[in-house]
């Protein structure tokens, strides 16, 4: 079983900088591409980042230039700094992960339990 935990959620002012941090916990699997999305209330978990095993990263055009995604494969962990943040910022940051099940070769798509972020104006 793998699990993915976040941490390096909160409550900022609009022009300040958050980091979060997911790093996956278990056995037999071997993590590539890593990502970030987000949940604002009232709307539809969407895009934010996301980075391949081997340091190519896309963003949605609202983060560009305001976001970095990276990732530590020896700590299994993906980092999303966030400077510069908007009210509109404000959501539920969810980690995803795809994993190889490595008995099997399965790919698997794995979720975190989300993160607040809280940009006040």
């Known amino acids: 079983q793998v699990q993915l935990a976040e941490s390096g959620g909160g409550l900022v002012q609009a022009g300040g900088s958050l980091r979060l941090s997911c790093a996956a916990s278990?056995?037999?699997?071997?993590?590539?591409?890593m990502g970030w999305y987000r949940q604002a209330p009232g709307k539809q978990r969407e895009f934010v980042a996301t980075?391949?095993?081997?340091?190519?990263?896309d963003y949605a055009d609202s983060v560009k230039g305001r976001f970095t995604i990276s990732r530590d494969n020896a700590k299994n962990t993906v980092y999303l700094q966030m400077n510069s943040l908007k009210p509109d910022d404000t959501a539920v940051y969810y980690c995803n992960a795809v994993i190889t099940i490595l008995f099997n070769g399965n790919l698997q798509p794995y979720w975190g339990q989300g993160t607040q972020v809280t940009v006040s104006s």
């Open positions: 278990g056995s037999n699997f071997r993590l590539n591409s």
């Open positions: 980075i391949t095993r081997t340091g190519s990263t």
